[in-house]
């Protein structure tokens, strides 16, 4: 575990770094992380009225009832553990710096809904940190237009359930050769990464091509029901890889 002195006083990504059980994240990972201080350990703060008016609200919010959104483990691992929500509170009120860093993301969020080029902006810096140039940049901001539209596209086509993830599949194995999960592991990835984020530029456009092409076919031919857009979004997938597969002969 990580002493506080050695994290930045404005880490951003505090939250990633501690222990999990499923979504919930884990409150004494964060107090040793501040130091561990007795007069601020979980427990006590859960008791505190204020704590409580918040496990209520989330619960609340989220239909649910709260041991479902706090848990006690026992244990190597053991601890509290709890919905992010809560987590963040928890943080919050251990770290004054932390409590800063999270009303100032609030009021930057509040900023870019009235100028809208601001989030343009947050989204070119957060793929500069991680090493992007702009011509990929760009190619992933077309992906994510090219995904909406088809996700779109199939939900007003009757696509349901597992439908979405089937058609999405369909478009990665005749690229990729597998499945998403596939394609994760054959990029080195852990679950929750995105591939996306971790694909080529061409990778990019070839997925973003697939896409649009089978959502046009749909709409067209007013293609219904999970099955047979899947079908479709497979079959203009194959379109795409094999027009990869001759471009492949006059580039090797």
Aim: hydrophobic share 35%; glycine share 8%; charged share 30%.
């Amino acid at each position: 575990m990580r002493k506080k002195a050695e994290i930045k006083k404005y880490d951003a990504n505090v939250l990633d770094t501690i222990g999990k059980d499923g979504d919930l994240l884990s409150l004494t990972d964060l107090w040793k992380i501040a130091g561990s201080p007795k007069s601020k350990n979980p427990n006590d703060w859960l008791r505190q009225d204020i704590a409580s008016e918040l496990v209520n609200t989330v619960s609340g919010i989220l239909n649910t009832v709260s041991n479902r959104i706090i848990k006690t483990k026992r244990g190597k691992l053991g601890g509290s553990y709890a919905h992010r929500q809560i987590a963040l509170a928890y943080a919050k009120y251990l770290d004054p710096a932390l409590h800063v860093l999270v009303n100032e993301v609030f009021f930057q969020r509040i900023e870019e809904e009235k100028n809208p080029d601001l989030i343009g902006q947050r989204y070119i810096k957060a793929y500069k940190k991680r090493g992007k140039d702009n011509k990929w940049i760009s190619e992933r901001l077309k992906s994510i237009d090219s995904r909406n539209e088809f996700t779109k596209t199939l939900a007003a086509h009757g696509v349901t359930g597992e439908g979405y993830r089937n058609c999405t599949n369909a478009i990665y194995e005749p690229l990729y050769g597998g499945t998403a999960s596939v394609v994760r592991e054959k990029k080195g990835l852990i679950k929750g990464q995105s591939v996306r984020d971790n694909m080529s530029r061409v990778e990019l456009a070839a997925v973003g091509l697939a896409e649009a092409l089978a959502s046009d076919e749909i709409d067209k031919k007013d293609i219904r029901g999970n099955g047979k857009c899947e079908v479709a979004s497979r079959r203009a997938s194959r379109s795409v890889a094999n027009a990869l597969i001759d471009h492949k002969k006059y580039i090797i």
